[in-house]
């Protein structure tokens, strides 16, 4: 079974930072793909990393984003900066990846956590 437990989030002011966490079990670290995604039309992305450390970010947030994964690690960190009212939303954190070898690849979810930004 794959398990999510995230933390941070909350409420921030414009211009400031937050920090989100999400630690994974049961998807292996090799060939995976680990991020976050915001509630919004589409599902949208907001950035991941994979298991060779290549990034993706949603353009709203480059530069203002750090997606972050230890090697080897089942924890991604997504440090958040210079907040602005648009990046307000629940953040899903999201695995791509195998349960085990010889299983099929699959995408899982968390449960989700709550970024505000407002003065």
């Known amino acids: 079974q794959v398990q999510f437990v995230e933390s941070g989030g909350g409420l921030a002011q414009p211009g400031g930072s937050l920090r989100i966490s999400c630690e994974v079990s049961?998807?292996?670290?090799?060939?995976?793909?680990m991020g976050w995604y915001r509630e919004g039309p589409g599902n949208r992305l907001v950035a991941t990393i994979n298991?060779?450390?290549?990034?993706k970010y949603a353009d709203s947030v480059k530069d203002r984003f750090t997606i972050s994964r230890e090697h080897g690690s089942s924890k991604v960190d997504l440090q958040m900066n210079n907040l602005k009212p648009e990046d307000t939303g629940v953040y899903y954190c999201?695995?791509?990846?195998?349960?085990?070898?010889?299983?099929?690849?699959?995408?899982?979810w968390g449960q989700g956590t709550r970024v505000t930004v407002s003065p």
């Open positions: 999201y695995a791509f990846g195998r349960r085990r070898l010889g299983t099929p690849t699959a995408e899982h």
């Open positions: 049961g998807v292996m670290f090799s060939g995976s793909t």
């Open positions: 298991s060779n450390g290549n990034t």
